[in-house]
């Protein structure tokens, strides 16, 4: 029976938990799975998954394994996998997808990208994944032995834990690539925010274009109330209204929150790629024929400025 | 400096909405074929890194764009040439005669005859929306890669600082050259990208730049090589191979409320989201 090599993405020291899709998806495809936790400070973190139901939690904890370079990843993950996993999957978060192919590459493995389900046929597995911006989804077989997959976190909802104490094992760090001698990690540039992450939170308020300057003014109180992640537009991030890591859509977050505002947003088809399933979606536009509306469960045609405050009151009121 | 750009067209992405499928194929027609946003704005960056932006008529190095596709596709090449690269070469191929990862043996194939000190590809095309390529490139060509770029700093034209954008912020590194660079929407900020040939004090305008007429009936003149795929790969074989398609399901339609609290009401009581 094929075996799953899970990569458990870290971060701040922690295994993220968009790696909990990652362990959905093993449980969908009905096999057995170990999970890599790999980075500098790997071995710290790796009580946090022996409880998924995992054979194995395995450590790659290395200081060179700092700064995630892909570079340095990939070697380890490639060694690890060769020791008796068929399929290695990993969240498609942009470490995940920046990786993943690097790896597949090395397999001479072919590559799923960003598959929302997948299909056990006689052990062979069929995938599911949405192209043309979500506007259709294809189904897919990968034709090698070895096969790499990154998943798509809105549409694996997260793992809770299952019990059991998985055996934790460390692993060799493979010797980086040649390539890696030749990337200089500088920096990370990170907004620090006391918010929920975006592939993480209960409700989601985002803002478009229309909000300009006053996009944290207008929309901060709201999300507060809900404690809800915040998100753009692309045309919002481009203008500089909301920091590029805000924004949703086909080429930014792709996101399925159980509630989503969107404030002064067209619904441009590349938007409404990252926010369409969401199980409830709430628009506030000043234009009646504003595409978004064809996807809102709840539309309101209105001042935004006006009536973001007025919902902050009647939300108090209700809750 | 000599930059290679590949490109790919896509069914038209603003009219994504009207793909159709029959009988478990993905029908596009009546879409046009346009270029692929994200190559766009790669051609405008391999441009940028090549001129200095107050006189953009001579170029300080090559760029070279490349397509895997059939005739009609020079359509993408002519355009890029139009707005400044150099020459173009096509690799003919059917489209369902290639997947991501032969692409990208190709393009390895591409580079080491053509021996560019980078490659600017698109993050994705918009039509697969694999975001696969460039690391796959990379890797076959044992090279650094530096994905999702916002900005990009060229020092002598011998290394590049990237500032990639991911989940968390803006990450940045340093890469040598020769190298692989897939580029994201705000590469074409008016700022993105610094090159030594051009004054810090210049701004760009904001996208990518359009080709005048002269320019594209230049264009028609400009060298364009057609390359055979089996003199480039000597084994074609795929390793994905897609059975299927279907439609996702529509979403049910919504209502339009008519005041604030009505929309409190309803979320409240009837789709207990609060
Ligand atoms: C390659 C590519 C990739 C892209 N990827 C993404 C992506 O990932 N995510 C994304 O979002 N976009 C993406 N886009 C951009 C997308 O096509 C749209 O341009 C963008 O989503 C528009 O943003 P917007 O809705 O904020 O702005 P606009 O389309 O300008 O809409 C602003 C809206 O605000 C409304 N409005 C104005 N004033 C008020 C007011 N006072 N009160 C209430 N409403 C008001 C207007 O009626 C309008 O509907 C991409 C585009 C390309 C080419
Ligand atoms: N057929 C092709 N010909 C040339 N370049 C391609 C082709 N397919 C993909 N690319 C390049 O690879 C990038 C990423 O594509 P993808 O991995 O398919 O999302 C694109 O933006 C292009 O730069």
């Known amino acids: ?319 | 400096m000599k930059i290679l750009v590949p490109l790919k067209r896509v069914a038209d992405p603003d009219n994504a909405n009207k793909v159709k499928v029959n009988g478990g194929k993905l029908e596009t027609t009546g879409l046009e074929w346009k270029p692929n946003p994200f190559d766009e704005y790669a051609v405008e960056t391999a441009l940028r890194l090549t001129e200095n932006g107050t006189n953009t008529k001579a170029r300080q190095g090559e760029v070279v764009v490349v397509t895997i596709g059939p005739k009609d596709a020079e359509t993408t090449l002519r355009a890029a040439l139009a707005t400044g690269a150099d020459r173009a070469i096509r690799v003919d191929a059917g489209d369902e005669q290639v997947d991501g990862d032969l692409v990208a043996r190709i393009l390895k194939a591409v580079v080491d005859k053509e021996q560019p000190d980078l490659v600017l590809l698109g993050k994705q095309a918009v039509d697969g929306d694999s975001n696969q390529v460039p690391q796959l490139l990379a890797e076959y060509l044992g090279w650094p890669q530096a994905t999702f770029a916002a900005t990009l700093k060229s020092e002598a034209d011998k290394a590049l600082v990237v500032g990639r954008e991911v989940d968390g912020g803006t990450l940045s590194i340093r890469v040598t050259l020769p190298a692989v660079v897939s580029v994201d929407l705000r590469i074409v900020a008016p700022k993105s990208v610094t090159s030594v040939h051009t004054p810090a004090t210049h701004n760009y305008p904001d996208g990518v730049r359009f080709a005048a007429l002269m320019a594209i009936m230049a264009a028609k003149k400009k060298p364009l090589a057609e390359l055979k795929l089996a003199d480039l790969v000597s084994d074609p074989a795929l390793k994905i191979q897609y059975t299927g398609f279907e439609l996702p399901p529509a979403r049910k339609a919504g209502v339009k409320v008519k005041t604030v609290a009505e929309l409190v009401e309803k979320l409240k009581n009837e789709a207990k989201a609060l």
């Open chain 1, 1 to 319: 029976m094929s075996k799953i090599l899970i990569v458990a993405e870290m971060s701040d020291g922690k295994v993220r938990k968009s790696t909990h899709s990652s362990i959905t998806f093993a449980r969908s495809a009905n096999l057995p799975f170990s999970i890599l936790v790999i980075g500098a400070g790997a071995a710290a973190a790796a009580g946090e998954v022996t409880g998924y139901g995992a054979e194995k939690v395995l450590v790659a904890d290395d200081a060179s394994l700092a700064g995630q370079v892909c570079e340095t990843f990939a070697p380890t993950i490639a060694q690890v996998a060769k020791t008796g996993f068929d399929i290695v999957a990993i969240t498609a978060s942009s470490f995940g997808k920046d990786v993943a192919p690097r790896v597949a590459a090395k397999l001479g493995a072919g590559y799923a990208p960003d598959i929302s389900g997948v299909l056990s046929d006689g052990g062979k597995l069929t995938y599911k994944r949405p192209v043309y911006a979500g506007n259709a989804y294809a189904t897919c077989q990968l034709l090698t032995a070895t096969q790499v997959v990154s998943v798509r976190q809105s549409e694996f909802v997260a793992a809770e834990p299952s019990g059991g104490a998985s055996a934790i094992e460390p692993v060799q760090i493979a010797p980086a690539d040649p390539a890696a001698a030749r990337v200089e990690f500088i920096g990370l540039d990170a907004q620090k925010s006391a918010r929920p992450d975006l592939g993480e939170a209960r409700v989601i308020v985002s803002g478009g274009r229309a909000l300009k300057e006053k996009f944290a003014e207008v929309l901060d109180p709201l999300a507060n109330l809900l404690n809800a992640a915040v998100g753009a537009s692309r045309a919002a991030c481009d203008a500089g209204y909301a920091p590029p890591e805000l924004q949703v859509g086909q080429t930014g977050r792709v996101v399925a929150p159980k509630l989503y505002f969107a404030i002064g947003i067209s619904g441009a088809i590349q938007h409404l790629a990252g926010m369409k399933g969401s199980k409830t979606i709430v628009a506030i536009n000043k234009d009646p024929d504003a595409p978004i509306f064809q996807v809102a469960d709840y539309g309101l045609v209105a001042d935004l400025f006006t009536t973001v405050p007025e919902l902050i009151s009647e939300l108090k009121k209700a809750t």
